[in-house]
C-alpha cells in the first residue's frame, strides 16, 4: 500500500476532461443518435483512461475490477426497474390507458394551462407515490401525448412534467432519496422535509411562474383547429371509457401502500395486459397477426408489447406517433448507457480521483455560503462522474458532515442542501441513471429538455444565495452552563 502514489489534482481531472470533451463532440456529430452507442464508446474509453492512470498510480487491477463490480451492483435495481418501465409502456398503450388519459386530457385541459397543469399534476402524483420515475413513466408519458396534440414544443413540455415529478419526489416522505438525505446527515425525516420548504417552495413557485407565463403567450391558433380529429382518431382506434382508469389508479394506491418498485410496476404491467384483452380485442388482434383462438392472440399481443415494438396505426400521423413503444427492448440502449456509465464511476473511484478532486473543492470553502456552494458542486460533480443520484447524496454527505458539525450548522442544513445539489440534477445529466432513463421514457433527448427544466435549474441557485445571504441557515444553539457552576 505503501508504494501507492496519490494522484495530482490535474492527473485526476484527465479523465473527466476526456469525457467532457468527447461526449461535447458526440452530441455535435451524432446530435439525437449519441444514446445509440456513441456515448457508451466514450465512457467506457474514458474509463479505459481513468484505470491506465491508476495501474500507473500502483493501483493492482483486481481493486479497479471489484470498483466496477460494485458500481454495477448498485446501479442494477435502477437497470430492472427501467427495464419493467419499458413493459408497462408497452401494456398501458395496447391496453388503451395512455390513450384515455390523452383522450380526457385534452377534453379538460385548457391549452394556456397545458403547462402549469402538467407541473401541479406531475408533482400531486409524485408526492403521493414518492416516485419521479414511476410518476413520469405514467402520468408524464401521458402528459406528454396530449402536450404534442397541441403541438407544444416537446422540451417545454418534457421540462414541466420533470420539473413536477421531482418537486412531488424531493418533498414525499415516501421517496428513498428523502428517506436517504436525512439518514445520511444525521437528522429526522419530517425535520428535513420542512426545512427543505425554505429553498424547494420560491424554486417551484418561480418555476410555475415561468410555466403560466409561458402558456398564456404560447400561440395555439393554429393547434386548437386539429384537436377534433386527433380525438376522433383516438375514438375510432381504442375503446375508451373511464373504467381504464382503473389501471393507473390501481397502481397508484399500491405505491403508496409501499410496495417496492419492482413488484408494483410488474403488477401494473400485468393490470395493463389483462384490460388490453378484455377491453381492446381489436386491437390485439391486428398487434398479433396471428390467425388463431383469441387466447394465443392475447398471448402474442401480450408478449410482444412487454418485450418489443407496437407500433399502432391510427390513419393519422400526429397520433401514430404518440402510439408507440418499444417494451424492454427499447430500453437496452439506456442500460448499456448505465452500464457504461458505472463502468468510468467506478475506475475513477478506485484510482482516487474522485476523492482528490473532492479534497480540492473542499479546501476553497471559507463561509457558510461558500460551504453550501461546495457541496452542491460536488453533489453535481458526482452525478457527472458516478452517475448515480444516491452516490450524489451519500459521499458529499460523508465528506461534509464533520465540517458542518464544525461550523455550528444543524444537520438538516446538509440533508437539505444534498438534495437541492443531488437529487434535482441528476436528471439533468444524459448518462446520469436518472437523465437516461427519463430522456428514453419521455423520449425526449435530455438536451432537449435541459433548458426548460425550471425548477431543478432554479433550486440549486436559490440554496447558493440562501447560503451567501445566510437565510434561515440554523445553527446549533451553544449550551449555557447553569447559574451554580
Not at 408519458?141 to 404534442?148: D, M, R, S, T, Y
Not at 407496437?310 to 404518440?322: F, P, Q, W
Request: aromatic content about 10%; charged content about 10%; hydrophobic content about 50%.
Amino acid at each position: 500500500m505503501s508504494n501507492i502514489k496519490k494522484p495530482s489534482l490535474f492527473v485526476s481531472l484527465l479523465p473527466v476532461i476526456f469525457l467532457i470533451v468527447f461526449l461535447t463532440a458526440n452530441v455535435l456529430i451524432f446530435r439525437d443518435s449519441t444514446l445509440e452507442g456513441s456515448n457508451q464508446i466514450i465512457l467506457l474509453l474514458a474509463a479505459s483512461l481513468a484505470s491506465l492512470i491508476a495501474f500507473h498510480h500502483k493501483i493492482k487491477w483486481n481493486k479497479i475490477s471489484e470498483s466496477i463490480i460494485m458500481n454495477i451492483g448498485k446501479a442494477m435495481p435502477a437497470m430492472l426497474i427501467l427495464l419493467l418501465i419499458g413493459s408497462l409502456a408497452g401494456t398501458w398503450l395496447i391496453s388503451g390507458v395512455v390513450p384515455a388519459m390523452i383522450f380526457y386530457g385534452l377534453k379538460i385541459i385548457h391549452p394556456k394551462v397545458f403547462l402549469v397543469t402538467a407541473v401541479i399534476v406531475s408533482g400531486l402524483v409524485s408526492l403521493a407515490t414518492g416516485s419521479s420515475w414511476s410518476t413520469i413513466a405514467t402520468i408524464g408519458v401521458a402528459l406528454l401525448g396530449i402536450g404534442k396534440a397541441l403541438d407544444i414544443h416537446e422540451g417545454l413540455i418534457a421540462g414541466a412534467i420533470i420539473s413536477g415529478a421531482y418537486f412531488g419526489d424531493k418533498m414525499s416522505p415516501l421517496s428513498d432519496t428523502t428517506n436517504l438525505a436525512p439518514a445520511v446527515a444525521g437528522t429526522d425525516l419530517f425535520t428535513h422535509i420542512r426545512y427543505m420548504v425554505i429553498t424547494t417552495g420560491p424554486s417551484i413557485t418561480l418555476a410555475v411562474l415561468i410555466f403560466l407565463v409561458t402558456g398564456f403567450m404560447y400561440n395555439y391558433n393554429n393547434n386548437i383547429s386539429h384537436i377534433e380529429g386527433v380525438l376522433s382518431t383516438i375514438e375510432n382506434n381504442f375503446y375508451i371509457s373511464p373504467v381504464l382508469m382503473l389501471v393507473p389508479a390501481i397502481l397508484i394506491i399500491v405505491i403508496v401502500k409501499k410496495v417496492p418498485p419492482l413488484p408494483s410496476l410488474m403488477i401494473g404491467t400485468l393490470l395493463g395486459g389483462f384490460f388490453a384483452i378484455i377491453f381492446q380485442p381489436q386491437l390485439v388482434k391486428n398487434i398479433a397477426s396471428y390467425d388463431a383462438a383469441y387466447f394465443v392472440q392475447s398471448y402474442k399481443a401480450f408478449m410482444q408489447a412487454m418485450f418489443g415494438e407496437v407500433n399502432i396505426d391510427t390513419g393519422n400521423a400526429v397520433v401514430s406517433e404518440l402510439f408507440s413503444t418499444g417494451g424492454m427492448k427499447g430500453m437496452l440502449n439506456t442500460v448499456w448507457l448505465i452500464l457504461s456509465a458505472m463502468v468510468f464511476g467506478g475506475s475513477m473511484e478506485a484510482g482516487g480521483f474522485l476523492s482528490r478532486i473532492t479534497e480540492a473543492i473542499i479546501s476553497r470553502v471559507k463561509s457558510t455560503g461558500s460551504l453550501i456552494m461546495s457541496t452542491i458542486i460536488t453533489s453535481i460533480f458526482f452525478n457527472v462522474t458516478a452517475s448515480d443520484q444516491y452516490i450524489s447524496i451519500v459521499v458529499p454527505g460523508r465528506m461534509y458532515a464533520d465540517i458542518y458539525k464544525k461550523r455550528g450548522l444543524k444537520p438538516e442544513v446538509l440533508s437539505r442542501t444534498l438534495e437541492d445539489g443531488g437529487t434535482l440534477t441528476s436528471v439533468l445529466i444524459p448518462w446520469n441513471t436518472c437523465g437516461a432513463t427519463q430522456s428514453k421514457v419521455l423520449g425526449v433527448s435530455t438536451w432537449t429538455y435541459l433548458p426548460y427544466c425550471f425548477f431543478n435549474l432554479i433550486n440549486p441557485v436559490v440554496a447558493i444565495v440562501m447560503g451567501y445571504l445566510n437565510y434561515k441557515i440554523r445553527k446549533v444553539e451553544p449550551v449555557k452552563e447553569s447559574a451554580d457552576k
